[in-house]
């Protein structure tokens, strides 16, 4: 480590903008819960919170492996980056094999729910993000 002070997640740039993804998704949240349990009964709402809270960690875990890994060096947040990408989708793996093994897991709520967050989730927070080296980070509300 080259000296500089350790970053805390929780005033680092790509923490903030994990915990506006997870604001974002319980703004969402009941949406998919009301699909989930009229489609698919209290399998499809346990499915779609599951693929809730896995969306949520998700994004806050990849912000802290970024923000911890940025402060050793390029290489570091390199590795650290696709390490974590595949850590994290085989913790999502993993999660979803024993819920299924377990009989809970209704597949299309949680696939849908996975999917349109995840995705639906990114392309609403880039419209909040500053992309310029002034103004890191979240857009300043004005």
């Given at each position: ?5 350790i970053v805390d997640d929780l005033t680092a740039t790509e923490g903030a903008i994990a915990r506006d ?93 996975l999917l349109v967050t995840h995705l639906g989730l990114l392309a609403w927070e880039s419209r909040h ?14």
């Amino acid at each position: 480590m080259n000296g500089a002070p350790i970053v805390d997640d929780l005033t680092a740039t790509e923490g903030a903008i994990a915990r506006d993804l997870t604001r974002r998704a319980i703004w969402v949240a009941p949406v998919f819960l009301l699909v989930g349990v009229v489609g698919w009964g209290i399998n499809g709402l346990l499915s779609s919170v599951l693929a809730l809270v896995l969306v949520a960690v998700n994004f806050r875990l990849g912000a802290a492996i970024i923000s911890r890994a940025a402060q050793i060096s390029i290489n570091a947040l390199y590795g650290a980056v696709l390490g974590g990408y595949v850590a994290r989708l085989a913790l999502m793996t993993a999660v979803v094999l024993t819920v299924k093994a377990i009989g809970l897991l209704a597949t299309v709520p949680f696939a849908i729910t996975l999917l349109v967050t995840h995705l639906g989730l990114l392309a609403w927070e880039s419209r909040h993000v500053a992309m310029t080296l002034a103004v890191p980070g979240l857009k300043p509300t004005k």
